[in-house]
Each structure stands twice: as structure tokens, then as C-alpha cells.
């Protein structure tokens, strides 16, 4: 989970910018559990400095201010990437799991 | 998802405190030290969490941050020297004080001399011991009672009469130059501080003013940097009556 953490947040920004209860919100609720501010923020902070994502913070309604997160072009071209990368990874790896593909004979 | 409030339980204040502790040790800048505190009190409020289940101990989260940091020698050159600097004049100063005040020489040891440089050599090496400093309050303490306690074994030390000692010099050039040098360091310091963002304030992204600017903040670093000429002038004050 910890491997495909990245490029899910960056996915969860490819709509649009959004802040960090926003992001968690999403990715539980496309089922991939609670994600715990420890293990997203420094991983934003992180995409921050290598200029995937550009912050910005906007005054709260009522409540605290947010800290909106988006994607810079470079984000969204790094995002295509690694969703690139994963699909590869995947298909090869169902391919692999597939119980109706034919097993190759280990000799002793 | 529904917003729950804002937790302010003394436990958070602590993690908090803990945090801004931990990235000002790293030397982050307290514009970046502001906007991790007000994320963090973001996602808190909106998941009513504390703060310590919500991001883990803030040691390691300071750390996995990895926010960039000033140069590693920038505090050293902006406050640790000065400051030792500071202090040296001042022990001189009060070592010539009492020569002054008595109508004596200014008499040293070599033992007194090694007793007197040990704070200044202690303060030199703070680099090296200064994260275990301030996470435990008894390193402060011995820290201050081994300062007190070479000052005062200094003093013990003291060679009473010419013939002991290992070096004799007129107290008044010495009294005149350590004052002229913490003069000009408190001059230096207080220039230094008045730029704007020198003090490296936290700066809440949202009121996008510094929270280490009120009145008190500054009375505070204006004492701060005036400390050695202030006891110095009472130092001299209290010789004074016994000359």
C-alpha cells in the first residue's frame, strides 16, 4: 500500500485542487482504508519539493483554514507515469497469478 | 465525512510544542515550521483526532517531513559565536571589576584561567550536545550548575597576592575593552534583530503575520541581546560600593 501511496494521492488531486481531509476521504472511500495524517502529509510535503503539487491556503468557512493541494503539469505528467507503470505491473502480475496458465515442470 | 471541531487537549498542546521543537532543531524556517503546524491543526479538526493517533509521535514526523533546512552553520555563525564571544567579555569584565573595585591588579592562574575559559568551551561544543540538551531538562540543569560552578572555583582559584600569581595586568584597559566589545556585540545583535524576518518568527500561513512579533516578543530579544552590559553595569554597580 505504502508502494502505490504516492501515485494515488497525486490521482486524488487529478480532478482538481483539494486539501488533506478531502484526499483521505477519497482514497477510503474507493477502498483503500484510512490513510493516517502521518503517512500522507509528509508524502505531499515531499511532492511539494520536487514541484509535483503547488499548495495554497484558503481562508476556512466557519472552520479552519485549508491547505489546497494541486497538481502542476509536472505532477500530471508524473502521475500518467507511474499509472502507466503500475498497469504494466498488474497485467504482469494477473498474467502471472492466472491459475489456468500452464506451469512449467521444475527438474530436481 | 463531517467536521467534529477543533481537539485542544493538553496532550495535543504538547505535540505541538514537541514539533516546533523538533523542526526548529532541524533548522527549518518558521515560515514552513507555521504551515506544517496549521496543516496538522487542519486534519485534526476535521477528523477530531489527537494528534499523536493522527500523525505518530512528533519526533518521527517531524523527521519524515523532510522539510528543507538552513545551512548547518548558519545558527553557529548568527548566535553561537556571538554569543560566546559575549560571554568571555563578560567574565573578563567581572574578573577586572574586582581587581578594579580592590585598587589591585588583575591577578590570574593558569587553574583559574582553565576554570574561567570552561563555560566559554562548554558553549563552543553546544552543537555537538545541544538536541540531547533540550529534550531533557536535567542536562540544562547540570549544564547551568557546571557554569556556576567553575565561575565559582574560578574565584576560589584566585591568586591573592603578586608573588602567585602567573599573570598581573591593570584592570582598567581590560574593563574599558570587554565593555566596548559587548557594547558593540548588544549593538550588532539588536541591528541583526530589527531586520524584518531576522527572528525567524512562525508565521501562520492564513494570518500571514508572525506570531513572535507582539510587544513582550520584543522587550524579550531587546533584553536578550542587552544581557551582558546590563549585569555588567550591576556587576559594576555592587564593585563599585566596596571600592
Redesign the interface.
Known amino acids: 500500500m505504502r508502494a502505490t501511496l504516492g501515485f494515488l494521492a497525486l490521482r486524488a488531486l487529478a480532478a482538481g485542487p483539494s486539501y488533506g481531509y478531502a484526499i483521505i476521504g477519497d482514497l477510503e472511500q474507493h477502498g483503500f482504508g484510512t490513510i493516517k495524517g502521518g503517512t500522507l502529509y509528509p508524502l505531499l510535503t515531499r511532492y511539494e519539493t520536487a514541484g509535483l503539487v503547488v499548495t495554497e491556503w484558503r481562508a476556512g468557512d466557519g472552520g479552519p483554514g485549508r491547505k489546497y493541494f494541486a497538481l502542476t503539469d509536472h505532477g500530471r505528467a508524473e502521475l500518467a507515469r507511474l499509472s502507466a507503470d503500475w498497469q504494466r505491473f498488474a497485467d504482469t502480475s494477473i498474467r502471472y497469478l492466472d491459475p489456468e496458465r500452464p506451469t512449467k515442470e521444475t527438474s530436481q | ?1 463531517t ?1 467534529t471541531g ?1 481537539p485542544d487537549t493538553s496532550t495535543d498542546k504538547k505535540w505541538f510544542d514537541e514539533l516546533v521543537l523538533e523542526l526548529r532543531l532541524q533548522q527549518v524556517n518558521g515560515k514552513a515550521i507555521g ?2 503546524v ?10 477530531g ?1 489527537s494528534a499523536e ?4 509521535p512528533a519526533r ?2 517531524a523527521s ?5 533546512r538552513a545551512p548547518q552553520y548558519e545558527w553557529m555563525r548568527t548566535a553561537l559565536w556571538p554569543a560566546m564571544v559575549g560571554l568571555l567579555a563578560f567574565l573578563l569584565f567581572t574578573q577586572a571589576a574586582a581587581a578594579w573595585a580592590l585598587s589591585d591588579l588583575l591577578l590570574f592562574s593558569p587553574a583559574q584561567l582553565a576554570l574561567l575559559s570552561a563555560p566559554v568551551v562548554a558553549i563552543a561544543l553546544l552543537p555537538l550536545y545541544l538536541a540531547a540538551l533540550v529534550r531533557r531538562i536535567w542536562a540544562v540543569v547540570a549544564l547551568v550548575v557546571f557554569g556556576g560552578l567553575a565561575g565559582f572555583l574560578a574565584s576560589v582559584v584566585a591568586p591573592t597576592t603578586r608573588a602567585d600569581a602567573w599573570l598581573a595586568l591593570d584592570p582598567v584597559p581590560w574593563l574599558v575593552g570587554c565593555a566596548l566589545v559587548m557594547v558593540a556585540l548588544s549593538i550588532l545583535l539588536t541591528v541583526r534583530s530589527r531586520r524584518p524576518g531576522s527572528g525567524d518568527e512562525i508565521i501562520d ?2 494570518a500571514d503575520v508572525s506570531a513572535g512579533s507582539s510587544l513582550g516578543a520584543r522587550v524579550g530579544m531587546l533584553v536578550t541581546n542587552w544581557m551582558f552590559p546590563l549585569f555588567s553595569l550591576i556587576m559594576l554597580g555592587l564593585t563599585s560600593l566596596f571600592r
Do not use: I
Not at chain 2, 496543516?39 to 477528523?47: G, H, I, Q, V, Y
Not at chain 2, 493517533?53 to 505518530?56: E, L, M, N, R
Not at chain 2, 519524515?64 to 528543507?68: C, F, G, H, T, V
Open positions: 465525512m467536521r477543533t504551515d506544517t496549521a496543516s496538522a491543526r487542519e486534519l485534526l479538526a476535521d477528523t483526532q493517533d493522527a500523525f505518530g518521527e514526523y519524515s517531513l523532510e522539510l528543507p500561513p492564513l
